[in-house]
């Protein structure tokens, strides 16, 4: 699966502030600045598959929210 343009949150180790980065440009460069406090975290390779897993487990609910709404 295809997963280069996902979009990940990633909570800021520093402030808490949960910031959207896309997949591709994390595995390229694992590093976040935080546009809350403006300070720079390291993203690791664990951190950024349970990102993943989350975003596609979440993408998947949506999507069978939208499915029920449909029949409704
Ligand atoms: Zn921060």
């Known amino acids: ?3 280069d343009c996902e979009l990940v949150t990633i909570p800021c180790p520093h402030c808490g502030k949960h910031l ?6 994390l ?15 390291h993203v690791s390779t664990h951190q ?7 975003a596609l ?6 999507g069978k929210r939208e499915g029920r709404l449909r029949l409704v």
């Open 27 to 41: 595995r390229r460069d694992a590093q976040l600045i935080c546009s809350a406090c403006r300070r720079i975290s």
């Open 1 to 3: 699966m295809d997963t």
């Open 20 to 25: 959207g980065e896309r997949l591709d440009r």
């Open 57 to 62: 487990a979440s993408r998947r609910n949506a």
């Open 48 to 54: 950024l598959q349970a990102a993943l897993a989350f």
